[in-house]
């Protein structure tokens, strides 16, 4: 039917006011938008309209470097010699074709740098025309710089020379990159180019006439590890508001300057000896794999907390090797007369001592074992209980759960290797006090003694509200432990191994079917209860202790270590297998702790019989075993240290965190001693 004039008309009006309508706010979104999608961000870099075509998920480099590292080197190694003649002449560097690295002069910057015992290192970079008038230019900076004459470049085997060269750039804008150990969620954001890998990712950032280099190596050689490490580096350096002492003031307000910037890859190499070495993470990237290297390492690992034992017979509880300094971090108001200690990780200590005596019978072992156990009963503390003694361990005002229980464990371990019943009487008190820890439910409460509750007075009866603020994932684990070696191995009475079995079941059930419902919001992803997963399997022995639900939670929890592990087809670097995650694209995870409680559900799968599960934990302990090689401080990985020979032989904390405690010995020891004896 057709339309009058009128209607025509009216019609052709309401069109065209819907048309000028619609041009009208595409005009303005098109003004609105069209500057933020055009024009360069403040720090002269992409804009995100932009960079969603350049990020593109990271590609695993692990295939890249298994070929890489089998390559030839000694054009490299002609090359640092060159560079050592030069320092010790003023001469010109030697500088021939086909490196295993490229020079671009528009971006490679090469840095050379120097490391010797009892001396800061000193590093100098150029980027000219060509390869060698970079590096001539950096002999003669280095041999202008005013502490050059101290090290003896001319040696070898005293002074150490880091090569490190830039691969790639790919812009950036600082306040995108993102460091997932910062607590980032999400696949997007880990795995994408802003991501910031310490160690693998270095920065170049220029502000008005000044270009600053951070270089992959610096994560590893300055112990960073962290946002705030990094970034508060470059304020430093930078010298972004020095008169402020606040490094999150700097840093934020480095992040308001007009800065361009560039994220960097490098290839670098160490001379070690007479040789030269191709670093991975700064590390030495070929490490040689094998039962008897294993065995060895453990062995030296525990060489080291000898060493380093106190005449009281406790161990060193901590060392900064960069810093050189005993004060723990985490306790910086301490001074070198009051150190920090922990008694959980001095028994831990103990217990690795006669895991190696196991392993090799020499008696040092167990002599050390028993100087550092009289330090363990030096400190307990006597209670009542029902007219019986009772002992607990009690140092800094504190009396934990878990220091009783795992002193307890390492006088039993004593006694089950040398059959030397002196610390006995300990023992069965110590027995005593864990047992009344357990509540009616089977709840064990965390703290005895804490100075934040009660005046400080023993605390019983506690409340609801109590319990979960003391709450511990690891404490009750560590008690059961020692409570089995405890029941197994010592004569007693039968009403009281009666006692013992009622309650510690008690505790057992409480941990698999209560815990995971009254403290759900305490578990995560990747499973930590390594000490809890040792306690089932040593119960487990026992007939009485054959509960389904037990054993369940082992392979449970190790069944998520194996699941939240990088491996060689999932690894996103050369050095991830064998190191977990909490959610896939975190860095590394690099934790012998994890390790022993893997190692028990080994043995456990072994024991009982299921052939495919125990092939499958023994497998990725041998994944585990691997990785925590790259945090062993060998001689050739040791050269930023200021004194070498303090730290080596030990393991450091993570990757790139240089930090050595006892406990990142204890746990990657013991977990190697097992994986050395396993079947």
């Known amino acids: 039917m057709g339309m009058n004039k009128k209607s025509r008309k009216s019609d052709t009006k309401s069109w065209l006011r819907t048309a000028l309508t619609i041009a009208c706010i595409a005009v303005i979104a098109i003004l609105l938008f069209y500057p933020f999608s055009r024009k360069k961000t403040a720090d002269g870099q992409k804009t995100r309209a932009e960079e969603k075509i350049a990020y593109t998920d990271i590609k695993p480099d692990v295939d890249y470097y298994e070929a890489y590292f089998k390559k030839d080197f000694s054009k490299e190694k002609k090359l640092l010699d060159s560079i050592r003649r030069a320092l010790v002449t003023g001469g010109e560097v030697d500088v021939e074709e086909g490196y295993n690295f490229e020079f671009d002069p528009e971006m490679t910057l090469p840095r050379v740098s120097l490391y010797q015992e009892g001396n800061r290192f000193i590093g100098r970079g150029s980027i000219r025309d060509s390869l060698k008038s970079s590096l001539d230019r950096i002999i003669i900076g280095l041999r202008e710089h005013e502490r050059f004459d101290g090290f003896d470049v001319a040696d070898p085997s005293k002074t150490r020379i880091l090569f490190e060269i830039v691969q790639s750039e790919h812009p950036v804008r600082i306040n995108d990159l993102v460091f997932s150990y910062d607590g980032h969620k999400g696949k997007n954001n880990k795995l994408k180019t802003n991501r910031f890998e310490p160690g693998i990712t270095g920065l170049k950032c220029s502000y008005k006439d000044r270009t600053h280099y951070y270089m992959p190596t610096d994560a590893a050689t300055l112990s960073h590890l962290s946002h705030n490490h990094v970034l508060g580096y470059l304020t430093r350096k930078m010298k972004v508001a020095p008169g402020e002492k606040s490094r999150s003031k700097r840093i934020k307000a480095l992040k308001k300057l007009n800065l361009t910037c560039q994220s960097l890859t490098s290839k670098a190499f160490i001379t070690f000896e007479d040789g030269i070495i191709p670093l991975y993470r700064a590390h030495p990237a070929v490490i040689l794999f094998s039962k008897d290297r294993i065995r060895q390492t453990m062995l030296n690992s525990v060489d080291w907390l000898i060493e380093n034992m106190n005449d009281d017979g406790s161990f060193l509880y901590y060392y900064d090797p960069i810093a050189d300094t005993i004060v723990d971090h985490a306790h910086s108001d301490r001074t070198v007369d009051n150190l920090y200690n922990n008694m959980l990780r001095h028994s831990g200590g103990t217990i690795t001592l006669l895991r190696a005596y196991e392993l090799t019978k020499k008696q040092k ?315």
Request: net charge neutral; charged share 25%.
């Open 365 to 679: 072992y167990l002599d050390a074992a028993k100087r550092s156990l009289d330090f363990l009963v030096n400190n307990t503390r006597k209670r009542d209980i029902n007219g019986k003694t009772a002992y607990y361990e009690f140092y800094n005002d504190k009396a934990k759960l878990g220091g009783t229980g795992v002193g307890l464990a390492s006088i039993m371990r004593y006694y089950m290797v040398s059959g030397d019943d002196a610390y006995n009487e300990y023992a069965t008190g110590m027995v005593r006090h864990l047992l009344s820890r357990i509540e009616d439910d089977g709840e064990m409460i965390g703290y005895y003694i804490h100075p934040s509750f009660r005046g400080g007075s023993p605390i019983m009866n506690p409340t609801e509200q109590e319990k979960k603020i003391l709450f511990s994932f690891y404490y009750p684990g560590e008690a059961l432990l020692g409570l089995a070696l405890y029941e197994r191995e010592m004569k007693i009475d039968p009403d009281f191994r009666k006692e013992i079995q009622t309650l510690c079941k008690r505790a057992l059930d409480f941990l698999v079917d209560i815990r995971p419902q009254r403290y759900a919001d305490q578990f995560t992803a990747l499973p930590s209860d390594g000490w809890l997963m040792q306690a089932v399997e040593e119960w487990s022995k026992n007939p009485q202790f054959q509960r389904q639900a037990y054993v369940d939670f082992v392979y449970k929890d190790a069944d998520a270590m194996v699941d939240h592990m990088y491996n060689h087809k999932n690894s996103l670097y050369f050095d991830y297998p064998g190191t977990f995650f909490y959610n896939y694209g975190d860095h590394a995870y690099t934790d012998g702790a994890r390790a022993e409680g893997l190692v028990a559900a080994y043995y456990l799968a072994d024991r009982t019989g299921r052939t495919e599960l125990a092939r499958k934990y023994r497998d990725a302990c041998v994944e585990v075993a691997g990785s925590l090689l790259y945090t062993y401080n060998s001689p050739e990985s040791a050269f930023a240290f200021i004194h070498p020979e303090k730290a080596i032989k030990s393991f450091r904390f993570k990757f790139t965190r240089q930090w050595v405690r006892v406990d990142s010995v204890q746990h990657t020891a013991c977990f190697y001693a097992r994986l050395f004896m396993a079947p």
